[in-house]
């Protein structure tokens, strides 16, 4: 009976116990419902970086509309992220004269400088969303270098002109260079950049420099006061830096009017090293080049076909990251005019990994509160 007394009671007061915890225990999760912070309380992210850089960001017909709170609020400047590409502005050639449309360039550049955005002009000359008859003749063969190259100065001249005052930056040439490792290497080819060749460089093997210098100095010529760029993804990566540095030596020592080198960041978590970023923007600044960073994103995982949605903790390390790159940025505040985010929320980057500094809702995100944090103000 005692026996009963001491072990039962406490046993059953324990079993009680554990059974109230347990139905808390066990209680289904629910999800996390963050309360939206008022927008006064969000400060705006281009004015916290002024007198440093310009804050910027890619556009397109659909987000000018739908996400103009936030573009008008945090960027300082604007790029449009397909619509002045060659394929949304060549409509055809009549006779031996390009027809051009200017319509959607047009709504994104008005739309920024009715709201005293700069604008980056992004991109004259392009192996990709360029159509393949730019490239040919009425017979579907390519053109020799002389024919293109005067098809070339056509279009550069007539963008240009039609643009001429209302762009801050243009994009003159993209992704001109390869991704081989080889060193004898230097341009974009079909054979080693798999898919990725170039009929510009087909066009003009071994003299691919030839077409370069002529598309900075037409664009020069059309608007001597626009600031001209050669723009390139994994342009920090060290032997990818020392192939585009070896271009740009070449054009300046030819007197080429080449103002700047945007390096479009679209990066991992865990690449590239602070340490190559840091030394490619001073080694191109070195150079006497403006660094723009024109296209930046900081995504998980290096496969981008791949759809990621990122946990709590991959929302930090993110942050983490984003931190760090603006550190470095700042760092070199004196080398970098502007900083553009390839994107405005998540839901309309061209990476299905949640990459960017607001979310589908339009709530700032963790990397959102670090970048502003990196200011240490
Ligand atoms: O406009 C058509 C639409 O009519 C059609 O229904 C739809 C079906 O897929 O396609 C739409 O076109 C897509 C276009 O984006 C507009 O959304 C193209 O297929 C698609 O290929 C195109 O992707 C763009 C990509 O460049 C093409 O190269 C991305 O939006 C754009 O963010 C991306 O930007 C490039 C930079 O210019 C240069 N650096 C790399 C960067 C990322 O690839």
């Not at 969000?42 to 709170?69: C, Q, R, W």
């Amino acid at each position: 009976m005692l026996l009963k007394h001491r072990v039962f009671y406490p046993l059953m007061v324990v079993l009680l116990v554990f059974s109230l915890t347990a139905c808390d225990f066990f209680k289904p999760i629910e999800p996390e419902v963050v309360e939206p912070l008022p927008p006064e309380a969000i400060p705006s992210l281009h004015k916290a970086y002024e007198g440093y850089f310009n804050i910027g960001v890619a556009v397109n017909a659909g987000t000018m509309n739908t996400h103009n709170d936030l573009i008008e609020k945090h960027f300082s400047s604007i790029t449009a992220e397909n619509e002045m590409k060659p394929d949304h502005i060549l409509r055809y050639i009549s006779g031996n004269e390009l027809v051009l449309d200017f319509t959607r360039g047009d709504r994104i550049v008005n739309y920024a400088l009715q709201n005293g955005k700069k604008v980056r002009g992004h991109v004259l000359v392009w192996h990709s969303q360029t159509p393949d008859w730019f490239f040919k003749d009425e017979n579907d063969q390519l053109l020799s270098q002389e024919k293109i190259q005067e098809r070339m100065a056509e279009y550069i001249t007539k963008v240009v002109t039609h643009y001429k005052g209302k762009i801050d930056a243009w994009d003159v040439v993209n992704e001109a260079i390869t991704d081989s490792n080889d060193p004898d290497h230097i341009y974009r080819h079909k054979d080693y950049d798999k898919k990725n060749g170039s009929l510009w460089n087909e066009i003009f093997a071994g003299s691919e420099i030839d077409y370069i210098a002529a598309a900075f100095r037409a664009a020069h010529e059309a608007d001597p006061e626009a600031k001209l760029y050669y723009n390139d993804y994994n342009a920090v990566a060290p032997e990818k830096r020392e192939k585009i540095m070896k271009m740009i030596r070449q054009l300046k020592d030819e007197d080429v009017p080449i103002h700047g080198i945007g390096i479009q960041a679209h990066w991992l978590f865990n690449w590239p090293s602070a340490g190559d970023i840091e030394d490619a923007i001073v080694e191109y600044s070195k150079m006497g080049l403006d660094v723009q960073i024109t296209e930046l994103d900081i995504r998980i995982d290096g496969d981008m076909e791949k759809k990621i949605t990122l946990s709590r903790k991959d929302k930090e390390r993110q942050a983490d990251r984003y931190k760090e790159v603006f550190e470095i940025f700042i760092k070199h505040s004196d080398k970098i005019s502007s900083v553009t985010f390839w994107g405005i929320t998540d839901d309309n980057s061209w990476i299905s990994q949640e990459p960017l500094i607001f979310d589908r809702n339009k709530n700032p995100k963790p990397a959102f509160w670090a970048i502003l944090d990196a200011l240490g103000k």
